[in-house]
């Protein structure tokens, strides 16, 4: 047999300290008569006399200690209430430099787009003029866009772990 009408019946009794003092007769007679329920019997009491023998050795702090842990728990609950619109203007703020940072090189990239297609112009006609390969001329430009895409590149990174360490919890 694996399983007892009655187990459930049992385990309540073992389970709420009814057994055997407070249980009727016929509840002892099955416990006596089914394998099932006695294993049973056997398992429940020793787990509530470990859970008992584990309530009685179970340390209680001292009230005064309670209060003082319950006391600090709600500073650091107010403390941190009261830093979170801080921490959204932070956020705020380095996004705005962000975005700041990224027009000004906007603006500085076409101040001197005019002026370095001026002075590209010159350098490609200095360059017909000497009949140098126009191949040369086209790897200057690609070193100086290079110069330009790792520069947003930084942007791209930086910008993420700023906004970390600004709206990052302390």
Do not use: K, N
Not at 106 to 134: N, P, Q, Y
């Amino acid at each position: 047999m694996i399983e007892c009408g009655r187990e459930a019946e049992v385990l309540d009794a073992v389970a709420f300290g009814r057994w055997p003092a407070q249980c009727d007769a016929g509840l002892l007679t099955h416990v006596a008569a089914c394998a099932v329920c006695a294993d049973l019997v056997e398992v429940a009491r020793a787990l509530r006399d470990d859970c008992e023998a584990a309530c009685r050795e179970a340390p209680v702090p001292a009230a005064g200690m309670v209060w003082w842990r319950a006391t600090i728990r709600a500073r650091a609950d107010a403390a941190r209430t009261a830093t979170q619109p801080i921490t959204v203007v932070q956020g705020i703020a380095g996004a705005s430099a962000v975005g700041l940072t990224c027009g000004l090189a906007s603006i500085a990239w076409r101040s001197l787009h005019g002026t370095a297609t001026d002075r590209l112009a010159e350098f490609v006609a200095h360059l017909a003029a000497r009949r140098v390969d126009a191949a040369a001329a086209s790897t200057i430009t690609l070193e100086h866009a290079l110069m330009v895409l790792l520069a947003l590149a930084a942007c791209v990174v930086i910008a993420p772990i700023a906004l970390y360490i600004t709206l990052g919890d302390d």
